[in-house]
């Protein structure tokens, strides 16, 4: 009677296992691939940010190598990223009695090139673009640093959806 317990547990487990198929929390399915690189995202916008390109190339990188298992390399990966940095501004959002701003917004904004060698229908090359407010009585400065994170997140988490996750 134990035999046919553990047999039919087995069997339950077997089935449960082959009929989720090729499935992962990230929702990336079959990637058909093994390898990606992000080449060098060059800041082009005609506000040039010191280590904007370097901070977000990185950001990119970091993001696929956490949500998959793809290995990066520099040279011939099966998914290739490229791009620049094509928009770097900070305008006013809001305006007080006086006249003056009361928040300002960063926007950041990145032309991305996906190549997948393995499957070209997947090719894009498409605009992404994410903001950040902040009170118009604080220096961007100031901000700086959780702008960028907050800003590189939903960048790269929107690339990769585009890119690997189809959302």
């Not at 989720?20 to 990606?36: E, M, P, Q, R, S």
């Not at 928040?103 to 070209?120: A, D, E, K, S």
Request: glycine residues 4%; aromatic residues 12%.
């Amino acid at each position: 009677m134990k035999k046919i317990k553990i047999i039919i547990a087995t069997l339950i487990v077997a089935i449960t296992i082959t009929s989720c198929g090729i499935y992962n929390f990230t929702g990336t399915g079959d990637l058909n691939a093994k390898t990606y690189q992000v080449n060098f995202f060059q800041n082009t916008a005609p506000i040039i940010e010191p280590g904007l390109d370097r901070d977000f190339t990185l950001a990119l990188q970091d993001l696929i190598l956490n949500q998959t298992s793809l290995d990066l390399v520099r040279a011939n990966g099966d998914l290739v990223y490229e791009g620049e940095i094509v928009e770097y501004r900070v305008s006013p959002m809001s305006a007080t009695a006086n006249n003056t701003a009361a928040q300002n917004r960063l926007t950041i904004g990145v032309q991305v090139r996906f190549t997948h060698t393995n499957r070209p229908e997947d090719d894009f090359d498409q605009r992404f673009s994410f903001f950040y407010d902040y009170p118009a009585t604080t220096q961007l400065i100031n901000v700086q640093d959780a702008a960028y994170q907050e800003i590189f997140e939903r960048l790269t988490q929107d690339i990769f959806n585009a890119s690997l996750a189809k959302w």
